[in-house]
């Protein structure tokens, strides 16, 4: 272990390391900063404040424990008296005061009054949303979510008076849309029906018009929704390949014209993954207007902390569609990126799971709990490995 | 004229094509909301609110003048009856709510209650900067903007126990980062010696410790502030060669590992403008973590609405500088995209600005007034045109 007060550096390095946490150490030394600010914070919050995958967030905290930086108490990590010493003297962090906007929760969009009224009706809808299928990347965001996506898209000047189109709405934004009651003229397209069958029902329930179609975004745009939007909403696999087509297909139903807005839900990444979103969106001819961390919440995804952001992408006279036809490549997480990750129940039983498994993923796991003891409460990973191609 | 209930698209198209706008009909559009949002609103607020350079602004609002769909009343535009019927009726826009976040304006950083004095210091020392060189693109950011840079820098990490540097500093964002009394190292970097000079003295009075250094940027980074920062702010030309001669020596000048960060500040542009600031981060390896409209204020800079973003970036594994030795090509908006504007004052009298020219611009043009009858009052473009290169 590197000198604490003279190479804070290394000490930092060597966390990540030992934590075998790809996000290095600057990682490290936000999660420090963050326990720091909160003095006593759980996993969960510092995943989804921090924007880290829990297991980063959980490994990282177990090494700081391991050397004496923070100890657990009942609410979750603190400093202690070294730890203190350590952030303080060695890291230079002292400022004790968050800026971030609790009235927008830093978003930029501040909610109405009636907003309270518009989430209570979306939690009730969410509730009837069946089980998520992991499988083709469905994770289910949060009501509040769907009511802040629609004011963005209002505030945005893309609701009053336009057509627009939902690619994928395991979300429900259609819904949360359809009760602004503007005038927006809303179609939603899906590949789970079970899903589309409970918008018609809620659209049915409460007058609302929303147009569904059920289609599988592998076989090109249905003729009829081509050209035709001013404006699109979506939550894509994030994958490249998955981007990629769900924002060519976009793209064909937009309008053909520049300035046809793209509101784009996508995973906070390391800043190499980051920049080959980056690539494929300037290969589209897409321009990202705004960019809003932490915007979007989930009641699962806890591989993305519960939170994406969201990117409002404008087109331009270079846009153009990168996939037109049929497309058979795969574009889902769980086939590009098989994984088997092991984690540990707190009675120290392990279980494997994977998209490949009986358990396809922590939140399955959390639910039935653990297959040796039952027990539900906590799971820690203890490994993660990827599966080659050949071996599926 | 089209008609105006049964072919709105028409009349916003026709409107934009006259008033001579490359932005298009959208940008009629989003005008007539604001003014319907805010009952009565002047050309600035319109212009810095929608983002948009003042002149598109104002000649938008003269053809809707024209064709009677507003009126002028001494706060500024507002809807005729005809007007409120083509928004109501032919748009679809009826809400009368903004969900802009006033406590953090929309920017995801609420200010402290002792942001107030810093602010107050921010001012005085502000109000010691020389006249700007527009000539090289200077346009001096208001004092809120550089303490909110501060803040946005801490609340990002970046501050506390970090080297950072500053590309330019006409905005003084040096001396509020000064002012947050952090451990932060801080040098500037700048052309202007007349700057620095200031920054120095109030540097001296106030006890901060800031490097300050005269370079042009054109040349290379001197070799002891190479390799060596944590992050760097920087808010350059908005040309593309300017662009990305700042960022690459910003990329030398940090630490050379990913997930080093990068403020830049960048006017707004049309989508396919900006998509071309895109391929630029794009090719030099920078991933947009988080992209804010309207974050940072000027006090001049009207052909910007008085606003640009400002976007986080973070260095990866494939960042590369673009430009290593001497840039000899030319990087300020005078240099490269030499206009000749013609403004007339309300009693008619035509002037002639432009970088080559005695006025320089329309700041200029409003602090003398009028050559002819001296009003300072209004002036509304009447023509811009592009000098050939070879006419220069």
Do not use: W
Not at 165 to 179: K, M
Not at 338 to 362: A, D, M, W
């Amino acid at each position: 272990m590197p000198n604490i007060t003279n190479d804070p550096n290394s000490v930092l390095d060597d966390i990540a390391e030992k934590a075998s946490i790809f996000e290095g150490k600057e990682a490290v030394r936000t999660i420090l900063r963050e326990i720091f600010l909160n003095g006593t914070i759980g996993t969960k919050s510092l995943s989804r404040k921090l924007r880290m995958p829990i297991p980063t967030v959980a490994a990282t905290r177990k090494e700081l424990e391991k050397i004496g930086l923070i100890s657990r108490e009942k609410k979750g990590a603190i400093l202690t008296e070294k730890g203190l010493i350590f952030v303080n003297e060695a890291l230079g962090i002292y400022y004790l005061e968050s800026h971030y906007c609790k009235k927008c929760e830093s978003t930029g969009i501040a909610l109405p009054h009636e907003a309270e009224k518009l989430i209570a009706k979306q939690r009730l809808y969410s509730e009837r949303r069946p089980k998520p299928q992991t499988e083709i990347d469905q994770a289910f965001g949060r009501p509040i979510t769907a009511i802040r996506r629609a004011y963005l898209m209002l505030e945005n000047n893309d609701l009053e008076g336009r057509e627009i189109l939902l690619i994928g709405d395991d979300d429900f934004t259609s819904l949360a849309i359809a009760q602004l009651k503007t005038n927006a003229k809303i179609t939603v397209l899906d590949i789970d029906n079970r899903l589309l069958e409970i918008i018609k029902e809620i659209s049915t329930e409460n007058n609302f018009k929303i147009n569904c179609v059920t289609h599988d975004l592998r076989k090109p745009l249905p003729e009829n929704l081509m050209n035709r939007f001013d404006a699109v909403l979506t939550d894509p696999p994030y994958t490249i390949p998955g981007l990629e087509l769900f924002l060519s297909r976009a793209i064909q139903a937009l309008k053909n014209e520049s300035g046809r807005k793209i509101y784009l839900a996508y995973a906070h990444r390391p800043p190499k993954m980051q920049l080959e979103v980056q690539s494929s969106l300037t290969k589209l001819g897409l321009a990202i207007l705004q960019l809003i961390p932490g915007f979007n919440l989930y009641e699962g995804a806890e591989m993305h902390g519960n939170t994406t952001y969201i990117s409002i992408l404008s087109t331009t006279e270079s846009t153009k569609p990168l996939i037109t036809l049929d497309f058979s490549e795969k574009i889902y997480t769980g086939e590009l990126n098989p994984t088997i990750r092991e984690y540990q129940c707190k009675n120290g039983h392990v279980s494997e799971i994977g998209s490949s498994l009986e358990i396809k993923n922590i939140e399955e796991l959390k639910e039935k709990g653990c297959p040796v003891c039952g027990d539900k409460d906590e799971f820690t990973r203890v490994s993660r490995r990827k599966i080659k191609e050949n071996a599926k």
